[in-house]
């Protein structure tokens, strides 16, 4: 079975530039999320999906970060303009989630994750 | 809210010593309890989880008990191997399938 893919693995832009990361999520999985990690610290969830609805998007800062999930299978989160405070890896992760039938495994498979460096 | 704190790393440990890692958290309704671990150059992965009060998560020589009175999930292993230096993060999942993370706790295991 195929895991997360997501690309590009890694991402070198200036302020204010912008940047797209896209994510293929494990087939048949209804639930795609996207988190941020900043060194040294834990995965920050920034929009969920379910199916090609969004279920949260409470920490996603919309004046930059946008996020979609077109036909409810792949991703693209994109951010414009650029903040150096956004350097981190960009991991998605994809479930089952509620769709499954039950209550589902609730385990979370992810992608290697894109990491973005703004200078 | 929603939240999950865990101790303060790094942690340094000799191989065979005895490892907790503690975990408390935060939440509304009843939320499944997970530990996910991340190896050094890889992606993160779960290691265990609990879905309900008393349950007991179990993989690869680590435990741990879903405690709903003292909203805890401590990680335990009774003898640990320079294989399982990692960072360690408990999560929780809401019954909306929102999956939170705590801050993660490093561990170093020395021959």
């Known amino acids: 079975e195929a895991g997360v893919a997501q690309s590009p693995r890694y991402k070198i832009i200036e302020k204010r530039q912008s940047v797209a990361f896209w994510c293929n999520p494990i087939s048949g999985h209804a639930t795609l999320y996207w988190y941020q990690q900043i060194l040294g610290q834990g995965p920050k969830l920034l929009i969920q999906?379910?199916?090609?609805?969004?279920?949260?998007d409470s920490q996603l800062p919309k004046d930059r970060f946008s996020a979609e999930r077109l036909k409810g299978v792949d991703s693209t989160l994109k951010i414009q303009p650029a903040k150096l405070e956004d350097s981190a890896v960009y991991l998605c992760?994809?479930?089952?989630?509620?769709?499954?039938?039950?209550?589902?495994?609730?385990?979370?498979?992810f992608g290697e994750g894109s990491r973005l460096t703004v200078l | 809210g929603n939240s999950v704190t865990q101790m303060e790393g790094p942690v340094t440990l000799s191989e065979e010593a005895f490892l907790t890692i503690n975990c408390t958290y935060t939440?509304?309704?009843?939320?499944?309890l997970f530990w996910y671990v991340q190896y050094p150059g890889e992606g993160l992965q779960l290691l265990l989880k609990?879905?309900?009060?008393?349950d007991k998560g179990s993989n690869k020589g680590f435990e741990a008990t879903y405690r709903k009175e003292t909203t805890s999930f401590h990680l335990e292993k009774g003898s640990v191997q320079v294989s399982d230096s990692a960072v360690y993060f408990c999560a929780l999942k809401t019954s909306y399938d929102k999956v939170i993370f705590g801050p993660g706790t490093s561990l170093s295991v020395i021959p």
């Open positions: 999906f379910q199916n090609n609805g969004v279920v949260d």
């Open positions: 992760a994809s479930s089952l989630g509620r769709t499954s039938g039950g209550a589902g495994t609730g385990e979370l498979f």
């Open positions: 609990a879905t309900k009060a008393d």
């Open positions: 939440a509304t309704g009843y939320p499944s």
